[in-house]
């Protein structure tokens, strides 16, 4: 799947685990993986991860599967910083807190203080 980082953030937690939340612009198609059709717009994820770093390089790693993504608008051009991409941002702070709780529930995990 192409996609393209609009934002990203990183949220401790009280394992060594951390959730990343971020907001991508996906060209859609086939999920060959899933089955179906991706929908061609702005998304919502949040996904727990593992960050390290060794010998100098950065590496993250998370588990097929984890974490929940949410759908926040449709648009047929990919334009940067444009108006479909700041509703989007907006939808999504929106949307954030809902996606962070239940994730934690699913994981069982709890955000460090």
């Known amino acids: 799947m192409n996609y393209r980082t609009v934002s990203t953030k990183y949220l401790k937690t009280t394992t060594e685990q951390e959730l990343k939340v971020e907001v ?53 051009a990919d334009r940067r910083g444009g108006k479909t991409e700041r509703e989007a941002v907006k939808l999504a702070a929106a949307r954030e807190q809902l996606l962070i709780k239940e994730v934690c529930l699913q994981e069982k995990l709890e955000l460090a203080a």
Not at 49 to 69: C, D, I, M, P, Q
């Open 24 to 76: 991508y612009y996906a060209k859609g198609g086939a999920n060959y993986l899933a089955g179906g059709i991706i929908q061609r717009g702005y998304w919502l994820s949040v996904q727990p991860v593992s960050r390290s770093v060794s010998n100098g390089l950065r590496s993250e790693s998370f588990t097929l599967g984890s974490g929940l993504k949410y759908f926040l608008k449709e648009t047929r």
